[in-house]
């Protein structure tokens, strides 16, 4: 199995550090951010990995990363040429994915403590054609996409409601997903949203609807990093995972 970070994405909330430098590389602790979703895939046996990356601080990234062999695993790099959103992103990853192949996708602002060794391994003995997304429970469900679980298989999901100001649940998707190269048909199949990008909400709503998305919970810490207050606390709560 494989793995794909997107890690392109402008981090208008963390101006203006991001005005110097990607918001996937700023400090969390001793490390760049994106080596802790590095990390997170290789402890689950993940080696081979591709760095979806705009072309901000893309030199910074292969300087500082190299082929990864500093942390255990294989490397390959892309360049998103402009923002048009996380399926947009995601399609760049098609040369890298072999026919049937099955891969973890992470966002590269997420950090998390859960190891995803089993659920990936849950993934694993899905059917080919369909997907799996981990979700957190959260205290304001409103910032994010919001799954709303199928009554009659509670194992999926039925679909996922973007930023809902009256959320069914108190759950959130967060920016881990795993898929097989399927996704990239329905991503050659959507159209752009009216902010003119590919969402990966549709994607996840096209399983949804086909009875194909199916789900697991994170049990520890995870944050997705967008703000100063987020970006100090998972300095602190991500101390001691990496040496």
Known sequence: MKGVIL???????????????????????????IVYGI????????????????KHSAGLYTEYLGGGADLGVRLTYRIQEQAGGIAEALDLAKSFILPG?????????????????????????QPAGTARVLLKEVDDARRYGVPVFDVNHPERISYIEEKPSQPKTSYCVTGIYMYDDHVFNLI?????????????????NHYASAGGLEYD????????????????????RMKGQLP
């Open 101 to 125: 192949e099955k891969f973890v996708v992470l966002l590269g602002d997420n950090l998390f403590s859960d190891d995803l060794k089993p659920y990936v391994d849950r993934y694993v003995q």
């Open 39 to 54: 990390d997170r895939l290789r402890q689950a046996g993940i080696e081979d990995i591709l760095i979806v990356m705009g």
């Open 217 to 236: 919970i994170l049990q520890k810490y995870w944050s997705d990093a967008g703000t100063f207050e987020s970006l100090q606390e998972a300095a602190v």
């Open 7 to 33: 890690a392109g994405g402008t981090g208008t909330r963390l101006y203006p550090l991001t005005r110097l430098i990607n918001k996937h590389l700023l400090p969390v602790g001793k490390h760049p951010m």
């Open 188 to 204: 050659d199949g959507i159209t752009p949203s009216a902010r003119g990008e590919l969402e990966i909400t549709d994607v996840n």
